[in-house]
T-cell receptor, first 114, second 113 residues
Framework: DTGVSQDPRHKITKRGQNVTFRCDPISEHNRLYWYRQTLGQGPEFLTYFQNEAQLEKSRLLSDRFSAERPKGSFSTLEIQRTEQGDSAMYLC????????????FGQGTRLTVV | GESVGLHLPTLSVQEGDNSIINCAYSNSASDYFIWYKQESGKGPQFIIDIRSNMDKRQGQRVTVLLNKTVKHLSLQIAATQPGDSAVYFCAENKNTGGFKTIFGAGTRLFVKA
């Protein structure tokens, strides 16, 4: 499978703990996006990378959230001091090229904070 | 602010009929409008997009119509099949150097056999 891969698929954590998610985009894709999706809602944009540069961050991304893409390939999203409101599906997507709107999404990491 | 919303949360159609899913948007500055399909347990899947200077685009069994006068977007699915059952999101995209995509809340399509 050469699609976008996310790990883990599910994560249950206690409130206050830190969690880290990984995304492996499609190999030739230079753009990588993180979204958060809650039940019944559309995905909400969190942040975007072009290669290793983080070019945009949503105001939804509080200081407890940090994302990296150190070598322009895989990316990690870390949430520190998790809160129950962080419970959601975290989706990663990648795309390639200028003027290309087609983003390929992974299956997501479902986070449950108890 | 920017927003993309949908008229109906659910739509039920008979297999073989055509489906029309509607969407309203408020950001006239968007460069593209996009439809995504999301099946249970999966990430969204790109269906079709339309550039803001167009009013119609056709794909395989799908047609997207854009009415900029009333800021309305629709997705038409011809000969709806059980495999079309999913949540459909309209989304808008502005080239700010990153094609940030803003999604609406979604319409769930049920296809009755």
């Amino acid at each position: 499978d050469t699609g976008v891969s996310q790990d883990p698929r599910h994560k249950i954590t206690k409130r206050g703990q830190n969690v880290t998610f990984r995304c492996d985009p499609i190999s030739e894709h230079n753009r990588l996006y993180w979204y958060r999706q809650t039940l019944g809602q559309g995905p909400e944009f969190l942040t975007y990378f072009q290669n290793e540069a983080q070019l945009e961050k949503s105001r939804l991304l509080s200081d407890r959230f940090s994302a990296e893409r150190p070598k322009g390939s895989f990316s990690t999203l870390e949430i520190q001091r998790t809160e129950q409101g962080d419970s959601a599906m975290y989706l990663c997507a990648s795309s390639v090229g200028q003027g290309n709107t087609e983003a390929f999404f992974g299956q997501g990491t479902r986070l449950t904070v108890v | 602010g920017e927003s993309v919303g949908l008229h109906l949360p659910t739509l039920s159609v008979q297999e073989g009929d055509n489906s029309i899913i509607n969407c309203a948007y408020s950001n006239s500055a968007s460069d593209y409008f996009i439809w995504y399909k999301q099946e249970s347990g999966k990430g969204p899947q790109f269906i079709i997009d339309i550039r803001s200077n167009m009013d119609k685009r056709q794909g395989q069994r799908v047609t997207v119509l854009l009415n900029k006068t009333v800021k309305h977007l629709s997705l038409q699915i011809a000969a709806t099949q059980p495999g079309d059952s999913a949540v459909y999101f309209c989304a808008e995209n502005k080239n700010t150097g990153g094609f940030k995509t803003i999604f609406g809340a979604g319409t769930r399509l049920f296809v009755k056999a």
